[in-house]
């Protein structure tokens, strides 16, 4: 073989250097920057959507509560659309924690064989319907019908998998079947109002969105399937390694995270108002007023991650198709730093259900 004479070299290097001056999802995770002290990271990369069921994340970045109890932490805020997406991130090491649905949280705790993530808080809870066609008016009347999930397994999509399952209806393609198109939630308000889907199973705003922009109909609010109507769409998930090796940071975090929930219930006008420029500028454009009211009137901001909800989510993924078999919970919750930053504000304990210790799944 000959050999690479001296221009052949320096071009192979240069274009060596131009493929890693690529963006930073593209990149190969990094090494996890050395602690300053005390377990403080010099950088956390914080993952959340730009959707209302978002709220503590978007409200924290634009206050700049994060940053604040962060201290020197260096914060980079990414964006997802779906939980999928976050799941690859923080499974690849290019992402610290992320705000998530309860889906793809049990997601990425089942695909890394309950290493990789810990479940550190809740964030939002209710907040999602099933939206339609006004003709449609029943369960049954679905058959051949295209109705769209923002990604396949994610929160939506395992919920309304479930509810099709419990309703005697299939997903696929046959006449009589329900088809699923999973779509960013743009694109679904999109193909509602161009009549390729019929509806969506979708978190806030996007429900509203259609409900009040498109004229859809709400079939199924999710929360009436819950007990009290209470169920987790977002939570927290920090990397299990990142937890450990900066225990003060996540506590940081933690504490940015409760600031932004406790402000938001304080004043929900200004909540309003902080989400929709958070959103205008994630997006593009704000929502209408009655659009975000309504969107706000669906949820409920709570630290609580609700975790006695996850052993029956879990079983869910089963019911939808998504996974074989339930995914053993033990150890997937670790609250302990969350109640450590309730109990210094005088707050109630949030509990575990059982799932911060081994063999605390069923």
Request: aromatic share 4%.
């Amino acid at each position: 073989m000959r050999r690479l004479r001296a221009p052949a070299l320096l071009l192979t290097a240069l274009a060596l250097l131009t493929a890693t001056a690529c963006s930073r999802a593209e990149r190969a995770p990094e090494a996890p920057a050395v602690p300053a002290a005390g377990g403080v990271a010099q950088e956390l990369r914080l993952g959340y959507f730009p959707n209302v069921t978002h709220a503590p994340a978007i409200i924290g970045v634009e206050q700049g509560l994060f940053s604040t109890e962060l201290g020197t932490t260096t914060l980079t805020p990414q964006t997802f659309n779906a939980g999928g997406d976050a799941v690859n991130a923080l499974l690849g090491g290019s992402l610290d924690a992320t705000y998530i649905g309860s889906g793809p949280a049990i997601n990425a705790f089942a695909k890394s064989e309950g290493a990789a993530v810990r479940l550190v808080a809740g964030a939002t809870a209710g907040g999602a319907q099933l939206v339609v066609k006004p003709e449609i008016t029943s369960a049954e009347q679905l058959r051949g019908r295209t109705i769209a999930t923002p990604q396949l397994g994610n929160t939506q999509d395992i919920a309304f998998k479930k509810w099709l399952s419990e309703n005697g209806l299939t997903a696929g393609d046959g006449p009589q079947d329900v088809k699923i198109a999973n779509l960013d939630n743009p694109r679904t308000l999109d193909a509602f109002r161009q009549g390729s889907v019929d509806g969506g199973w979708l978190p806030e705003p996007w429900s509203s969105r259609l409900v009040l922009d498109a004229g859809a109909a709400v079939l199924v609010d999710e929360a009436t399937l819950w007990p009290d109507g209470r169920f987790p769409t977002t939570v927290l998930v920090v990397r299990t390694e990142f937890a450990q090796q900066y225990p003060e940071t996540v506590r940081a975090l933690l504490r940015g995270h409760l600031k932004a929930i406790d402000a938001a219930n304080a004043d929900p006008a200004q909540a309003k108002a902080v989400v929709n420029a958070g959103l205008q500028k994630l997006t593009g454009s704000a929502l209408a007023e009655p659009v975000i009211d309504r969107a706000f009137t669906g949820i409920t901001l709570d630290p609580d991650p609700l975790a006695a909800t996850f052993p029956q989510l879990a079983q869910d993924s089963v019911t939808a198709g998504i996974t074989d078999q339930a995914t053993d919970l033990a150890g997937f919750v670790d609250v302990g730093p969350l109640n450590a930053e309730l109990a210094a504000a005088g707050k109630p304990a949030v509990d575990a259900a059982g799932l911060d210790k081994p063999g605390g799944s069923s």
